[in-house]
């Protein structure tokens, strides 16, 4: 008996269509990642979400809407982008909701929150069972867990099953890997490991292996030593070219995939044509690990940031743009010196060159008279203040749109900026701050359970 489920991005949207088609299916779980690092660490220090509240609520409605209907088990891991806590329960407020207003209950949430305590970790690092993952990884200590505005610890499979064990009718996990979302039903299920990894590994993404790549829900029928995959949007279809070609993604190695309880060995796996629409994949193995381990994430403060942006369509600047590029950044750094003394080495300047090419429409203005002559600049300073990171980019933007070509005679180059004002404002910023595993005796031991009934 095959076992059917579907899979989707929260907040990246699928079709009507494709939902439609979902419903004549006979689905055993519908399941979603809400997560990824992919953008950086922002989420995790709590500055925001990569989707909107709009995008996450419009999803989560109507998948919960079909798994009620089919009084199946709703499963989603990495809530709110990064699995803080916060995201757990800023997505079963939206669950709530939703349920209360479409008179969806009575159902069972469960919570799973991921941030370990802070002394866990201590008495973890102390016991040495915090390792790095690779060999330039510097060391983790105690100063960095104690500057991290935020550390989740990436659940495997084992937190879902314990949850839908559990009686839960919705799992909202906090952080987890994509792969342990879709892994833990079949695995209830009885499916051999090896068939549940690779699946819920190929599913994690949802449409994205499909030819066109693209938002859509997956469909995916794991049978005894095979599984199947097919997008459900008019249109669209799984190829064998499609789905290997999406190993590659995020992986540093396209045939082995690390879990907390193994590894997925893809190298002898089988990608075939089924239909016109759907691939057929089989041969993954997967290796038990000798020991279980999370993964951790984490951020700590880097400074506060501020940034300007120009742009210009000359070509007398354009002719002589590596050695310009050179003077003026040696301009800018003797008026930093004049003004900061020795703090200037507080404050990292970055500034970035784009083009070249016909890039006016960036500021909706009228095609430049040169063909082919754009070149886009975006600086950012990053400093202990605000003050200071905006000092420092108003010294470089106000020499950047200022500052002549070796041929160039007058006051004011042809450069053009965007927004005024010029000087962005962007706050603190993060930066990841841990690359680490750490070992664990029970696989649940680094996280909190909460469950709540809604009628």
Request: include cysteine.
């Amino acid at each position: 008996m095959g076992l059917h489920y579907i899979s989707f991005f929260v907040g990246a949207g699928f079709p009507n269509e494709a939902l439609a088609a979902a419903a004549d299916l006979p689905l055993d779980f519908v399941g979603a990642d809400a997560g990824t690092i992919d953008v950086g660490p922002y989420q995790l220090a709590g500055d925001g979400t990569i989707f909107s509240e709009t995008l996450c609520r419009h999803d989560l409605t109507r998948a919960l809407r079909l798994a009620r209907q089919k009084k199946i088990p709703f499963v989603i891991g990495s809530c709110g982008g990064s699995g803080r806590n916060w995201g757990v329960d800023w997505f079963a407020d939206m669950v709530r909701q939703a349920a209360r207003e479409q008179g969806l209950g009575p159902l069972r949430i469960a919570r799973i929150y991921a941030e370990p305590d802070r002394d866990y970790l201590k008495q973890k690092l102390s016991a040495g069972e915090i390792r790095p993952l690779s060999a330039s990884t510097e060391p983790y200590t105690q100063d960095h867990i104690d500057r991290s505005t935020r550390i989740v610890g990436v659940m495997g499979v084992e937190p879902f099953i314990a949850a839908l064990e559990s009686g839960a009718d919705v799992v909202l996990a906090g952080r987890a890997t994509d792969s342990a979302i879709f892994a833990a039903i079949p695995l209830m299920w009885g499916k051999s490991a090896a068939l549940s990894w690779h699946a819920a590994k190929v599913a994690e993404c949802g449409g994205a292996i499909g030819d066109p790549a693209k938002n859509d829900l997956l469909h995916v029928v794991l049978e005894n030593d095979s599984f199947l995959v097919r997008p459900l949007a008019p249109g669209a279809r799984c190829t064998p070219w499609s789905v290997a070609a999406h190993q590659l993604y995020e992986n540093a190695d396209p045939t082995r995939f690390v879990e907390p309880s193994g590894t997925i060995d893809a190298s002898t796996v089988d990608y075939r044509e089924h239909d016109a629409n759907t691939t057929r994949i089989s041969g993954a193995r997967f290796e038990p690990a000798a020991q279980y381990t999370m993964k951790l994430e984490g951020v700590e403060p880097v400074g506060y940031q501020s940034i300007a942006m120009a742009s210009y369509s000359d070509r007398v600047l354009l002719e002589e743009l590596p050695d310009w590029l050179v003077r003026m950044r040696q301009e800018v750094d003797a008026k930093l010196a004049r003004v900061f003394g020795d703090h200037v080495s507080e404050a990292i300047l970055t500034i970035r060159t784009y083009g070249a090419g016909d890039g006016a429409d960036l500021f909706a203005a009228e095609r430049p008279g040169v063909p082919q002559a754009d070149a886009f600049f975006l600086l950012d300073a990053v400093a202990p203040s605000q003050e200071m990171a905006t000092a420092v980019a108003n010294v470089a933007w106000h020499t950047l749109v200022h500052f002549p070509p070796s041929r160039w005679r007058g006051g004011v180059l042809t450069a053009a900026w965007p927004f005024n004002p010029p000087i962005i404002e962007r706050g603190r910023q993060h930066r990841f701050n841990v690359n680490h595993v750490v070992v664990l005796e029970d696989p649940l031991e680094m996280l909190r359970f909460e469950y709540e009934d809604v009628t």
